[in-house]
């Protein structure tokens, strides 16, 4: 009788784990992180096919492999001023979730009410669609409407010079155009509970990644195509460990249950084919932190400021804000350089009378 073969469950989960982004060369990756041959690799793959996770494409110079889901799910419905959002979830997304660890479906139903929320109160659609696809490995939640799109939406009611700048004040939280129902918390919350989380609207992209060192990766571009009304995409792995409070928990001051720190990604603040070198994008990087007492200023992707940028953050602002605590992480050594100049000559402004205290 043949010997049946002894499988290693970690070799199956790390396809299993990177496939999605490794979809034409995952039998190379696996090959090489395990150092076992190519057809001991194949084996698996094959077992995954047989199995109904993977779905294979292309002949065997070009074979590729992609998830495939194990329910997916599509629903539109009209929107209403009585339109409800947790009836939705209860009935349409919630019996999906069955088998899900309590952590991951109460963040599913925070993120997907949010979302739902905003399409029945702000978005001025007149439907929405849902789609929830569950993977072995990551539940996606997409919910999409055709109305004004939320960055245009942000940039009328502030009066903001264009959609981008509406984003980057998203981003920072605390923001919304109907402060008796709604505290601007929503979105900023959902995109940091997910491991993966993007909105699409108008010609703006925006993504938020949780990385395996708990920060994060930020993406934000212009797109080839205008996306008429709003696509969000929220997807978390089934295997996560943290729960809604202490998300909560990151964002609030050391015994106070208020939202009272935020996280700036320097990056959105710029434009295409433009440096931070001014004041001006600097007191725009700045707008609304008053309404916190700690603010993280997130450089990453910034490879230099200029002296008058990093000037009004760190000894103008700092001067005139002395109760916000300001952070500055992921800095490169030219941006690192420049802040330390700035702040020494603080120092020596202090120390000396006859150099100016402020910018004028």
Sequence with gaps: MARKSRENPEIREFILQNVAVNSGNIAALATKHFNISRVAIAGYLTRLVNAGLLIPSGTTSGRRY??????????????????????????????????????????????????????????????????????????QIRILDQGIGIFEKIRNHFNLVDARHALLELAKGKLTSDTKNHSGEGIFFTSRMFNRFNISSGHLYYAREIKFDDEWLIENHDTNYDVQGTQVMMAISPKATWSRREVFEQYQASGNVSFRK??????????P????????????????VGAFSEVI????????????????????????????????????????????????????AERNPLLPRKAT
Excluded at 262 to 271: A, F, M, R, S
Excluded at 274 to 283: D, G, I, W, Y
Excluded at 297 to 325: K, T
């Design 297 to 348: 200023l997130d450089f990453e992707g910034i490879i230099e400021i200029g002296q008058a940028f990093a000037d009004e953050i760190f000894r103008v602002f700092a001067n005139n804000n002395p109760d916000i605590h300001v952070i500055y992480v992921r800095t490169s050594p030219q941006v690192q350089t420049m802040i330390e100049y700035v702040r020494q000559a603080a120092v020596m």
């Design 262 to 271: 935020t996280h700036v990604p320097i990056k959105l603040g710029k434009y």
């Design 66 to 139: 992609e998830r495939k889901p194990i329910h997916h799910e599509r629903h539109s419905f009209t929107l209403t001023k009585d339109s409800s959002e947790d009836a939705i979830w209860r009935y349409r997304v919630l019996p999906l979730l069955a088998q899900q660890s309590p952590n991951v479906v109460e963040i599913c139903q925070y993120g997907f009410t949010e979302i739902y929320n905003n399409c029945i109160d702000h978005s001025a659609s007149v439907a929405a669609t849902i789609l929830v696809t569950i993977y072995y490995d990551e539940i």
């Design 273 to 288: 084919n433009e440096e931070l070198v001014s004041r001006s994008q600097a007191k725009r990087i700045l707008a609304r």
